[in-house]
């Protein structure tokens, strides 16, 4: 299995742009997370599907960012219009059942800078 | 308030050195423990996983403990290689939380020659 795949692996963009990150989860897992990673504040969750249905977007930071899940092997995160701070890694994880108990595989994130 | 706390935030060891990384936790209620391992640029891997009822548990010359009664975990990495240079987060799931897991800011172990 290719593991957790994420693209673009980095970005650079000028503030006010839309931003599109991608990720295709391992197939068979029927959770997928969503996380951003600073140097101040670490991982946090951003949201997480079950079955391609968002169960928690409480750690969307505003209504710039969205999320979906169209199918169960994609989904995207959307930051319209982006902004310096938006500068982080965000990676992508899936699971194969209930996070409690199951592993997360974390893919090898992107890295995105805005201008 | 859930909490993870991680110390030092940064260690230097020499090549086939030991070490002790500490993880502090304030989560309620406890389900399980993760120590992950970042290497630079990547995302993270698990190195083990453990729950309420075992208090060590080890994968190769990594062995994580934990006192589910102080709130207390470590890892200790037996004879180090370059190759461990890397961060080492401590992660905690709260019991019933669906997802919601807790991460501590890591600890950032750079092994040199």
């Known amino acids: 299995d290719a593991g957790v795949i994420q693209s673009p692996r980095h970005e650079v963009t000028e503030m006010g742009q839309e931003v599109t990150l991608r990720c295709k989860p391992i197939?068979?897992?029927?959770?997928l997370f969503w996380y951003r990673q600073t140097m101040m504040r670490g991982l946090e969750l951003l949201i997480y599907?079950?079955?391609?249905?968002?169960?928690?977007d409480s750690g969307m930071p505003e209504d710039r960012f969205s999320a979906k899940m169209p199918n169960a092997s994609f989904s995207t995160l959307k930051i319209q219009p982006s902004e310096p701070r938006d500068s982080a890694v965000y990676f992508c994880a899936s699971s194969p059942r209930l996070a409690e108990y199951s592993e997360q595989f974390f893919g090898p994130g992107t890295r995105l800078t805005v201008l | 308030k859930n909490q993870v706390e991680q110390s030092p935030q940064s260690l230097i060891i020499l090549e086939g050195k030991n070490c002790t990384l500490q993880?502090?936790?304030?989560?309620?209620?406890?389900?399980?423990l993760r120590w992950y391992k970042q290497d630079t640029g990547r995302g993270p891997v698990s190195l083990t996983i453990?729950?309420?009822?075992?208090n060590t548990k080890s994968n190769g010359r990594y062995t994580a403990t934990l006192d589910a009664d102080t709130k207390q975990s470590s890892l200790h990495i037996t004879a180090s290689q370059l190759s461990d240079s890397a961060s080492y987060i401590c992660?905690?799931?709260?019991?019933?939380?669906?997802?919601?897991?807790?991460f501590g800011k890591g600890t950032k172990l750079s092994v040199k020659p």
């Open positions: 992660v905690v799931s709260q019991r019933g939380s669906q997802g919601n897991l807790i």
């Open positions: 599907f079950n079955n391609n249905v968002p169960i928690d």
């Open positions: 993880c502090n936790y304030t989560v309620s209620p406890f389900s399980n």
């Open positions: 453990m729950t309420f009822s075992e």
């Open positions: 197939s068979g897992h029927d959770y």
